[in-house]
């Protein structure tokens, strides 16, 4: 069983205006790119992760095109919810509506063959910083992310939330479970040249091998293939579909 990851797919088969085709020339028709490589490496018992911006959707009538088109793709898809994601419903209504071979994270875990998934979103944070990691138009404003006074304490406060439930969804997992554990989170657990973060902190001391998670666009070309990687037993896998030129990205297998 192999374990894939790709990230932020941005569908948007149910709200067709909000098509992706407008952020550059590498986005038209992207979902077919990312169909067409997915089929060629992906089997039927292997395992994808997609942690975050999976659909435009606001609804969840509007999202389930998008869900019934990951469904048909091989594999199991386990799916995490990103700051794009305002379809996303209860866990209980998750439980009842996605399709068969969709498993979700929130605030549990989900056990499949050798493998154990578990994670949260997470969230902006002045802990540690990822400016450097983007190719920023300075005419666009400032950069998404940067705040200041009043603004800052309530990013800090979501981001503790988000600590909080990363440690329940650890907590959900039985202590004697052997499984080989991997996090997803939405936006990064930490920066790119692998400073030490709160949260890296708590995925070591869970026994964490793999952490997957996107969010992260228009990388500087210089850092393509370099950011990230291994710290402290834990390898930290970006894997926002655009920075993996829309092909599903090998994690680990056993």
Not at 83 to 96: F, S, V
Not at 169 to 189: G, V
Not at 232 to 252: Q, R, S
């Amino acid at each position: 069983m192999k374990v894939f990851a790709i990230s932020d797919p941005h569908l948007s088969f149910g709200v067709p205006n909000k098509s992706m085709d407008r952020f550059g020339a590498e986005w038209v028709n992207h979902p077919a790119k990312i169909e067409k490589n997915w089929r060629e490496i992906v089997g039927e018992k292997d395992v994808v992760l997609v942690p975050g911006d999976i659909s435009w959707a606001k609804k969840l009538p509007d999202v389930m095109p998008d869900l019934l088109w990951l469904d048909k793709l091989p594999g199991i898809k386990v799916i995490l919810n990103g700051n794009h994601d305002y379809w996303w419903p209860t866990a209980t209504i998750l439980e009842r509506e996605l399709p068969p071979s969709l498993r979700f994270v929130h605030n549990n875990h989900v056990r499949i063959g050798p493998f154990l998934f578990f994670g949260t979103r997470l969230w902006d944070t002045s802990e540690y910083s990822l400016f450097d990691l983007i190719e920023w138009d300075p005419k666009k404003g400032e950069i998404p992310g940067l705040k200041s006074g009043q603004d800052l304490e309530t990013q800090e406060k979501l981001y503790e939330r988000e600590i909080q439930r990363l440690k329940l969804s650890i907590t959900s997992i039985p202590r004697e479970d052997s499984a080989i554990r991997i996090a997803l989170t939405h936006y990064p657990p930490l920066n790119h040249t692998l400073t030490p973060s709160r949260v890296s902190g708590t995925l070591e001391t869970a026994g964490t091998k793999h952490t997957v998670f996107g969010h992260l666009h228009s990388i500087k070309k210089e850092w393509i293939g370099k950011a990230f990687g291994k710290l402290n037993g834990v390898t930290y896998h970006l894997t926002a579909c655009d920075y993996l030129d829309f092909i599903p990205k090998l994690i680990c297998e056993a």
